[in-house]
């Protein structure tokens, strides 16, 4: 996660001299990978209950497969800076993996099990599909099927070619645009994605750029990392649709403050 830019305070001015409007519109908050707070291990089971008891309405989860087939929720390649093991979570089998602390004696979690979790609630997964080499697709729509949690489910696709196989694999899927690349996003567009995540210099460098993925009809998530309150705010004023944040309580105190005023 690369942390917003120096520069986007000035663009934020800017902004704020004339989008008192945007305020007004409801913002989705986003616990990026469950929240990354001190003392709550991140993308496991405490973190997105926690997340949801400070109002996040979507939890951005990092998909992995490992050895033996088992999709689980896991950032990093190897599992050594999360937990008190070693090695690659794709050379790993779900055994061993299950004798991993993750912090506080949380255990990294299946992405069935995050599913569980949400099924029958309006808190959805943002699937941040990292690696599709060896991941099974259909597996991950099957499980939400199976689990009725198709709504709660959105594929953060980051190549062209995962958001047409999911789409593929089943319509009614809600897909988010991760481009590497703002050149990228026209194609994540006529491909059919249904938001666009961009990044804060990116709009630092395009101060039209919202209003132009708006104009496409497309609703606009921002990355805010671990910005501060009067940041997450400003972004707030720039008009996006959703926030990931590590620190979702900063933007639900903020969504909170907005209501009384």
Same mark, same amino acid.
């Given at each position: 996660?690369?942390?917003?830019?120096?520069?986007?305070?000035?663009? /934020?001015?800017?902004?704020?001299? +004339? *989008?008192?409007?945007?305020?007004?519109?409801?913002?989705?908050? @986003?616990?990026?990978?469950?929240?990354?707070?001190?003392?709550?291990?991140? =993308?496991?089971?405490?973190?997105?209950?926690?997340?949801?008891?400070?109002?996040?309405?979507?939890?951005?989860?990092?998909?992995?497969?490992?050895?033996?087939?088992?999709? @689980?929720?896991? +950032?990093?390649?190897?599992?050594?800076?999360?937990?008190?093991?070693?090695?690659?979570? *794709?050379?790993?089998?779900?055994?061993?993996?299950?004798?991993?602390?993750?912090?506080?004696?949380?255990?990294?979690?299946?992405?069935?099990? *995050?599913?569980?979790?949400?099924? &029958?609630?309006?808190?959805? /997964?943002? /699937?941040?599909?990292?690696?599709?080499?060896?991941?099974?697709? &259909?597996?991950? @729509?099957?499980?939400? /099927?199976? +689990?009725?949690?198709?709504?709660?489910?959105?594929?953060?696709?980051?190549?062209?070619?995962?958001?047409? *196989?999911?789409?593929?694999? =089943?319509?009614?899927?809600?897909?988010?645009?991760?481009?590497?690349?703002?050149?990228?996003?026209?194609?994540?567009?006529?491909?059919?994605?249904?938001?666009?995540?961009?990044?804060?210099?990116?709009?630092?460098?395009?101060?039209?750029?919202?209003?132009?993925?708006?104009?496409?009809?497309?609703?606009?998530?921002?990355?805010?990392?671990?910005?501060?309150?009067?940041?997450?705010?400003?972004?707030?004023?720039?008009?996006?649709?959703?926030?990931?944040?590590?620190?979702?309580?900063?933007?639900?105190?903020?969504?909170?403050?907005?209501? +009384?005023?």
């Amino acid at each position: 996660m690369k942390p917003p830019s120096p520069g986007i305070a000035v663009l /934020l001015a800017m902004w704020l001299a +004339h *989008a008192a409007d945007a305020a007004a519109q409801p913002v989705v908050s @986003v616990a990026h990978r469950g929240g990354i707070v001190p003392g709550v291990p991140e =993308n496991t089971l405490a973190a997105y209950r926690r997340a949801i008891e400070h109002g996040a309405q979507a939890i951005e989860i990092d998909l992995r497969t490992t050895k033996d087939g088992q999709i @689980v929720i896991m +950032h990093d390649e190897t599992v050594d800076r999360t937990t008190n093991g070693h090695g690659k979570v *794709a050379q790993l089998t779900w055994a061993e993996l299950q004798q991993l602390d993750a912090g506080h004696g949380e255990r990294i979690p299946t992405y069935e099990q *995050a599913l569980q979790l949400v099924a &029958g609630t309006d808190v959805a /997964l943002l /699937l941040d599909i990292k690696v599709t080499r060896n991941l099974d697709r &259909g597996k991950v @729509v099957q499980l939400a /099927l199976k +689990h009725d949690a198709l709504r709660n489910v959105i594929v953060g696709a980051r190549r062209l070619s995962d958001l047409r *196989a999911f789409r593929k694999l =089943n319509a009614e899927l809600r897909t988010l645009g991760l481009m590497k690349e703002l050149n990228d996003m026209d194609a994540f567009v006529r491909a059919g994605v249904d938001m666009i995540r961009l990044w804060p210099d990116w709009v630092e460098e395009h101060p039209d750029l919202i209003a132009r993925v708006h104009g496409l009809g497309k609703p606009v998530w921002l990355i805010a990392g671990d910005a501060p309150s009067h940041q997450l705010g400003a972004f707030m004023q720039l008009g996006v649709d959703g926030i990931l944040s590590d620190f979702p309580e900063r933007i639900q105190a903020l969504l909170a403050d907005r209501e +009384h005023r």
